[in-house]
């Protein structure tokens, strides 16, 4: 069975601080793995998404996250917040790319 | 390129009543699939359509069905209408390539009073 954890449900950061949002995931072969946003009243868009190959992905808006297999690990990292930045983002782990399993989300608040 | 649209935005019924959702995936994908997001919640997945046949499911029960046409775009259907129905149903569209993720929709917010 597959499952995704989100450590910290609220971040808060400083613009221009670092972004760190942590994923870890279960499953037992290597899966895919994705990161979405959402902002309020949208639908999930996606940032980035590794699925084999080199485990430092870089996606849109400055974003990138790196698969630790031995950590099971997929954290998402920005270097500097921008207040465009504030959203819910999603961790999302699937098999075969068919179903996916989210995480719960983490709220990520960018404060001026 | 028009991406992922569903219809209605917003809708409004009462328990037990029935409802039906809409969803044209993106240009050039095939397969469909239902996602139910309670308030502070990840996305749930519902199932998935391909092919006009439903390829997998979730852990719903049978009164969420869903179609798929010709033309690739479906319909969920959720009958006898329960207030933990209440959620924002997400449709999303893919490609014959899974590993390129899933487009979302924005959403169909059903509120059952």
């Known amino acids: 069975a597959q499952s995704v954890t989100q450590l910290g449900s609220h971040v808060s950061v400083s613009e221009g601080a670092l972004v760190l949002l942590r994923c870890n995931y279960s499953s037992s072969v290597p899966p895919y793995l994705f990161w979405y946003v959402q902002y309020p009243n949208q639908g999930l868009q996606l940032l980035l998404k590794y699925t084999t190959g080199a485990t430092l992905v870089k996606g849109i808006n400055g974003f990138e996250a790196e698969f630790k297999k031995s950590e099971t690990s997929f954290h998402l990292t920005k270097p500097s917040a921008h207040m465009s930045d504030a959203a819910e983002y999603f961790c999302?782990?699937?098999?075969?790319?068919?179903?996916?399993?989210f995480g719960t989300g983490t709220s990520l608040t960018v404060i001026p | 390129d028009a991406g992922v649209t569903q219809s209605p935005t917003h809708l409004i019924k009462t328990r037990g009543q029935q409802v039906t959702l809409r969803c044209s995936p993106k240009s050039g994908h095939d397969t469909v699939s239902w996602y139910q997001q309670a308030l502070g919640q990840g996305p749930q997945f519902i199932f998935q359509y391909y092919e006009e046949e439903e390829r997998q499911r979730g852990n719903f029960p049978d009164r969420f069905s869903g179609h798929q046409y010709p033309n690739y775009s479906s319909e969920l259907n959720v009958n006898a209408l329960l207030l933990g129905d209440s959620a924002l149903y997400l449709c999303?569209?893919?490609?014959?390539?899974?590993?390129?993720?899933?487009?979302f929709g924005s959403g169909t917010r059903l509120t059952v009073v």
């Open positions: 999302a782990v699937s098999l075969t790319g068919n179903q996916f399993y």
């Open positions: 999303a569209s893919s490609p014959a390539d899974r590993e390129l993720g899933y487009t």
